[in-house]
Structure formats: structure tokens, C-alpha cells
């Protein structure tokens, strides 16, 4: 397999094997490393295990009964998959965008520090100015400033996709997992999220699932192909979308599959 | 969607290679109207050149179009940024042709000369050497690409020993100096012409291999 050589990962996993309720292996076995304040998209045909392996990250999948995990994730030097890992802390830690916002109907104000109060965090100024710095951070701030106190379901669909950034990033994640964040919205809103995805490097390490091939080329540092439960190949984003290593790898973004 | 882009890359391998086809010709076409003295032949060179011309601009057009359209990525994308550059080449390589049969009119106009060295040597080598690289085009050979860039020292080594020859006539008889630069120059236009040949050769290696080749790679 073509790999990529990460030093001091923020997100190292080892021979990572995922089995669905039944047995059904979608992970064979995945050797990754993520570096630190980049994006690595990870592109591939539907089931591929992309969305899967995403959800490794965050512990998503325990939500789903019978399924089981076999490997390491190893997220800032733990194990997420130890015994004794505080499943609330590393939700913290690793923030989730979906595919489809999902807010809150609650108010703006209320969305954006949902975890800090679940966190228990009370100080109001304290949660004013994170208010503030999230919606600056998510390039919303300037759309919403005006009403935070009103219902986040009167965003558009874009807005709504920021605010949930905006949510993820107010408890200050280390990672943020994007799965297909912008398959939802218009394209002038889809630039604006990606544009965010720029921005949001500087202090995020971003791994993003996404089925537009371009959108990966845009906005990532890294990509990774998968293809059917394997890391088929992990490269540089500019050197996989011009000079793919592999075979299967050039015939899925040229659109040759199968 | 792969369907489509399929189509479009077939069109324009068929229409480079149209302009290929029609490029040698002319080479050929001016060299032997050179050779022979054959004027009439020249002017069929010149006024045959817009042909190439707009052949170039469809091509481009058509190359823009895919980019803009189909937003290819790896060999698809390599292939029409050669393509690109290819078509660049290959319209060079006309206007050259075009020069070789400007030179044939200005030597009609000179007192006879013997030329120092041997064009339709030189010319046949250039010749080789642009239908050597278009083939490696077709086929997709990078083995056949590869020798024609190893061609072009032998063309370039010619020139080199063309230089000294004029040179040295130049010395012996100022009086035939008009003549001498003009065979001096369809020396250094076939010699351009090696080159052209060259980046089309080393375009071929890029669009199969991914490698860049020119100026012996990245150091």
C-alpha cells in the first residue's frame, strides 16, 4: 500500500478491524496515522468503510448494538478503546460535523454552548465570549450577531451547517470529523464551508469524509482512498489527484470504477 | 459521467494527432522544396499554415473545454495538459517549416551556392525524430519517447558542425556571405525543429509515466 509517512500523529491507528452486527467485517485491518492541524480527506465508493472508520474516531459506532472493534485509535497519545476511556471527554476532544446539521431547537446562543453546559460550565461571561469566538471562528458571527437569541431552525441550510461547526468548535476540539458536511448544501454555501475548512486548520486537525472528489482536492492537505474495508493508498492530496500510486486509486477519481 | 470524458479524450488524441500528421507533411514538404529548389512547393508550405493555425486553436478550445466541463484528475489530467503543450509544439514546428520555405525563396534569389553541409540529411534526421515522437504518442510508448529525446543530440551535434562549416566558408569567400547565413539558418530552424520534437516526446513521458523529464528531471 502507498503510504504516507506522518511524524508525531495526532491520530495514530493500528490494524484497526470493524465488524457490524452479524460479523460482517467493513474494516480489514487499517493502518493511519493523522497528522496535527491538516485535513485528510478520506474518499472511496459508498460502503467503502470511510464513514465507518470516521465514526472509529469519536466512538460514534458504540451506539450501534453487537457491533465490535479489534486495533488502536490512539487520539493525543491515548487509546480511545481502553476500558477506562471517558466516552464524554473524547467527544470533546474529537468534534463531529454530519451530513445533515443537525441543531439544536434551541436558541443560537444556546446551540453554540451546549457542550460547554453539559460540561457544567456556568461563568456567563466566560460563555459569552465563547459564544462570540465560535460563531467568528465558523464565519457566522457577522450573519447572527444580531439575534442569538432566536431559534437556530430560522437559519438557512448553510447557516445551519456553520452553526453546528460552531458547536463543535466552543468546547475546543483537538479533532474535528466531517462526514460529507457539505453534501447538503448549495454551492455558493458549499465555498463557504470550505473556505471555513481553510481557516479552521490553523487550530484543528480536520478529517473529512466527502463524495465529491473535487471538494476533497480543494480543501485537504491529505488524502486517503479506501475500497471495500482496505486503505488502498495515503498520499499527499496534490501528488494522489495528479500522480495516483495505484491502479484502483486512478481508476475511482478518474471515474473508471469497475 | 467517465463515459463522456472517454469520448472527448478520443477526440482530441484524433484530432492531435490530425495535426501531427498534417505537421509532418509540411516538414517534409519544405525540406524538399529546399532541397530541390522547388519554390512552388515552398509557397504550398506558406499558404498552407493557417490550416495549422486553426487546427490549434480548435484543439486549444477543445482542451479548455474538457478542463472547464469534465474537471479531469490524474492521467486524465496529464493527457490534456500534454495535449496542451503538444499542440503548442507541433504549431511551432509549422511556423519553422514556414521558414525553411521563406529560405528556399531567398536562395532562389541568390547566385547558386553550394550548401556546406548536407540538409536533406539533417532534414530526414528532423524528420525522424517528429514522427518518432508522434508514434510514441499514439502507442503510449515512453521507450520510443525516450529515444527520440536521445535523438536530439545527434541533430544538435549536426548544427554544431553545420556552424563551423559556414563559419569557415564565410572565411574562405566573403562574397557568398548572403547565401551562407541563409543556409545557417535552416540549419538552426531544423535544429529547433529537433527540439520541438524533444518537448513533444518528453510530453509523452509525462502524460504516461507521471515523470518530468525535461532538463534531466527535478534535481
Given at each position: 500500500m502507498a503510504k504516507l509517512e506522518i511524524e508525531n500523529p495526532i491520530v495514530q491507528v493500528n490494524n484497526l478491524k470493524f465488524y457490524y452486527?452479524?460479523?460482517?467485517?467493513?474494516?480489514?485491518g487499517i493502518d493511519i496515522a493523522f497528522p496535527e492541524k491538516q485535513v485528510t480527506a478520506l474518499i472511496g465508493p459508498?460502503?467503502?468503510g470511510k464513514s465507518t472508520l470516521l465514526r472509529c474516531f469519536n466512538r460514534m459506532?458504540?451506539?450501534?448494538?453487537g457491533c465490535r472493534v479489534e486495533g488502536d485509535v490512539i487520539i493525543d497519545g491515548e487509546n480511545?478503546?481502553?476500558?477506562?476511556?471517558d466516552i464524554i471527554e473524547l467527544r470533546r476532544k474529537v468534534g463531529m460535523v454530519f451530513q445533515k446539521s443537525n441543531p439544536f431547537p434551541k436558541s443560537i446562543y444556546e446551540n453554540v454552548i451546549y457542550g460547554l453546559r453539559i460540561a457544567g460550565e456556568k461563568d456567563r461571561s466566560l460563555l459569552d465570549e465563547r459564544v462570540e469566538t465560535s460563531l467568528k471562528g465558523a464565519a457566522l458571527w457577522d450573519e447572527v450577531k444580531e439575534r442569538l437569541?432566536?431559534?437556530?431552525?430560522?437559519?438557512?441550510g448553510g447557516q445551519m451547517q456553520r452553526l453546528c461547526i460552531a458547536r463543535a468548535i466552543a468546547v475546543n476540539p483537538k479533532v474535528i470529523l466531517m462526514d460529507e458536511?457539505?453534501?447538503?448544501?448549495?454551492p455558493k454555501s458549499t465555498a463557504r464551508v470550505e473556505d471555513l475548512i481553510g481557516e479552521l486548520r490553523e487550530d484543528f486537525t480536520i478529517i473529512i469524509v466527502t463524495h465529491n472528489m473535487q471538494q476533497a482536492a480543494r480543501v485537504s492537505d491529505n488524502t486517503a482512498f479506501l475500497f471495500e474495508g482496505n486503505l488502498i493508498e495515503y498520499g499527499l492530496t496534490d501528488q494522489l489527484f495528479v500522480k495516483p500510486r495505484n491502479k484502483q486509486t486512478e481508476d475511482y477519481i478518474t471515474g473508471r470504477f469497475g | 459521467m467517465a463515459v463522456l470524458l472517454e469520448h472527448e479524450l478520443t477526440d482530441l488524441k484524433k484530432k492531435i494527432l490530425e495535426l501531427g500528421a498534417a505537421v509532418e507533411g509540411r516538414v517534409k514538404q519544405a525540406v524538399q522544396a529546399l532541397v530541390t529548389g522547388d519554390c512552388q512547393l515552398a509557397e504550398r508550405v506558406k499558404t498552407g499554415d493557417s490550416e495549422i493555425d486553426n487546427l490549434e486553436i480548435e484543439l486549444e478550445e477543445e482542451c479548455l473545454k474538457i478542463l472547464a466541463l469534465h474537471q479531469p484528475v490524474a492521467s486524465d489530467l496529464r493527457f490534456i495538459v500534454s495535449i496542451l503543450k503538444i499542440n503548442n509544439d507541433l504549431e511551432r514546428v509549422a511556423d519553422f517549416a514556414v521558414n525553411l520555405a521563406e529560405r528556399t525563396f531567398d536562395l532562389d534569389k541568390e547566385m547558386p551556392i553550394e550548401c556546406p553541409y548536407d540538409i536533406a540529411r539533417m532534414g530526414e534526421l528532423v524528420e525522424r525524430m517528429l514522427k518518432m515522437a508522434l508514434d510514441s504518442l499514439v502507442e503510449q510508448d515512453t521507450v520510443l519517447a525516450r529515444e527520440t529525446v536521445e535523438m536530439d543530440n545527434e541533430v544538435d551535434t549536426m548544427h554544431r558542425e553545420n556552424f563551423a562549416k559556414i563559419k569557415e566558408a564565410i572565411r574562405s569567400d566573403l562574397k557568398r556571405l548572403d547565401g551562407l547565413v541563409y543556409y545557417l539558418s535552416i540549419s538552426r530552424y531544423l535544429e529547433r525543429m529537433g527540439d520541438l520534437a524533444t518537448n513533444v516526446a518528453e510530453d509523452v513521458v509525462y502524460q504516461v509515466d507521471g515523470e518530468i523529464i525535461r532538463h534531466g528531471g527535478i534535481q
Open positions: 452486527p452479524g460479523n460482517a467485517r467493513a474494516l480489514h459508498s460502503g467503502c459506532n458504540d451506539l450501534i448494538d480511545i478503546y481502553n476500558r477506562n476511556t437569541h432566536e431559534s437556530a431552525l430560522g437559519l438557512s458536511p457539505c453534501s447538503a448544501l448549495d | -
